[in-house]
């Protein structure tokens, strides 16, 4: 089972293998492939730092615990009809993405998100949207 924060629910969508660190891509991207490869894997929704936040490098500002990501997990869990604590499939987390989510979403909720400007999370959730999963990486 996998602990994850709100925010990185939609982060997993728009993941194209870029990161803060080596360290930090390759956790990703194993999660990533994880969740892709085998959908019924456990996911546990937890408040402030996760399985990602793990490996984000210890060089320059550790923003995991700003209260403005908390906000973010906060509003994203808030959107989906989730709560801390639930543990769930990552295809139910699937599920719940094309029920309370559309791409516009990625505007509001990450407005100030460094990652935004790629534009790769709103075709993430399209992805989602049209029934194709998350997407492999390469």
């Avoid at 987390?93 to 509001?108: A, Q």
Wanted: charged share 30%.
């Amino acid at each position: 089972m996998y602990k994850l924060r709100g925010h990185h629910l939609f982060c997993l969508l728009g993941y194209r293998g870029m990161g803060y660190s080596k360290e930090y891509v390759d956790n990703m991207t194993h999660l990533h492939q994880t969740l892709r490869n085998n959908p019924k894997t456990l996911i546990q929704l937890v408040k402030g730092p996760d399985h990602l936040c793990e490996k984000y490098p210890n060089s320059g500002k550790y923003h995991c615990e700003d209260a403005c990501i908390y906000e973010k997990d906060a509003a994203i869990l808030e959107k989906m009809g989730l709560k801390i604590g639930q543990i769930l499939k990552w295809e139910d987390i699937e599920s719940c993405i094309r029920k309370f989510v559309v791409p516009s979403d990625i505007e509001v909720v990450c407005e100030t998100c460094s990652w935004r400007s790629y534009g790769v999370c709103e075709e993430g959730i399209q992805e989602m949207l049209e029934g194709k999963g998350l997407r492999e990486v390469k």
